[in-house]
C-alpha cells in the first residue's frame, strides 16, 4: 500500500465529537495523508461515536482512518485499520480479522527485528521513535534517525517516524528514511491546525 505525507494522531484530551471533528477538518483541510483516532480515557460509546464521526468526515476527503489499539472498534465503526503497540495484540489475528484491504500499523520503537517480525506477519507499515521529546509520551525510549535509514533498506513497507515531529525537524526524519510524518501535539494543540499541517506538508514537496 501507498502511504506517504503526515499521519495526524487525536490528542488524547477529552473533547466533544463536534470540537474533535472540527479539529480534524482543519488538520484535513491542510493535506493530512492518513488520521489515526485516539483515546486512553473514553467510554466504549464515545469512542464509537467519534469513530465513526471522523470516519466520514475523513471519507470525504478520501483519507483513510486508523483506529489506535482496537480492532473491535475498526470494525463497528467501519475504519481503514488498526494500529497496534508491541503490547496491543497479535498482528496476525488483527490482519484476519479486518481482512484485505485494511491497514494495520505496527510500534516497533527502534528495532529493525521487531520491524521485520510485523512485516512477516502481515503489516502494512511500521513506525520508529521518538525521535524527539515528545510531550505524548515522554517516557519512550529515544530512537536515532538512522534507524529509518536502516529501516528504508530492509523494509519493503512503508516507514513511519514519530515522536516530537514538527516543521523544524521533520525534514531531517524525510532525508534519513520517513514516508509518513506521525504529528500529535504540534498538530493538535495548535491555535491553526490547518496552517500547521499545510506546513507539515510541504515538506513532501
Known amino acids: 500500500m501507498q502511504l506517504s505525507g503526515i499521519y495526524a494522531i487525536t490528542e488524547n484530551a477529552v473533547d466533544s ?64 485499520g488498526v494500529h497496534l503497540g508491541q503490547r496491543d495484540g497479535d498482528i496476525q489475528q488483527a490482519v484476519q480479522a479486518l481482512g484485505p484491504g485494511h491497514i494495520v500499523g505496527v510500534t516497533c520503537h527502534d528495532s529493525i527485528p521487531v520491524a521485520l517480525k510485523a512485516q512477516r506477519q502481515g503489516a502494512t507499515y511500521v513506525a520508529f521513535g521518538r525521535f524527539y521529546s515528545s510531550p505524548t509520551k515522554p517516557e519512550a525510549p529515544p530512537a536515532p534517525l538512522a534507524v529509518l535509514t536502516a529501516a528504508k533498506t530492509k523494509l519493503a513497507i512503508p516507514v513511519v517516524a514519530i515522536g516530537g515531529i514538527n516543521a523544524e525537524n521533520g525534514q531531517a526524519a524525510i532525508e534519513a528514511g520517513a514516508d509518513m510524518l506521525a504529528v500529535i501535539s504540534y498538530l493538535f494543540s495548535a491555535d491553526d491546525i490547518q496552517q500547521r499541517a499545510q506546513r507539515l506538508s510541504e515538506l513532501f514537496k
Open 17 to 80: 465529537d463536534l470540537n474533535l471533528v472540527q479539529k480534524v477538518q482543519q488538520a484535513l483541510e491542510g493535506g493530512i495523508s492518513l488520521l489515526q483516532y485516539r483515546s486512553k480515557s473514553a467510554d466504549r460509546d464515545s469512542k464509537l461515536r467519534s469513530a465513526v464521526a471522523l470516519r466520514q468526515i475523513c471519507a470525504d476527503y478520501q483519507v483513510p482512518l486508523i483506529i489506535n489499539d482496537d480492532v473491535e472498534l475498526c470494525l463497528a465503526a467501519g475504519a481503514s
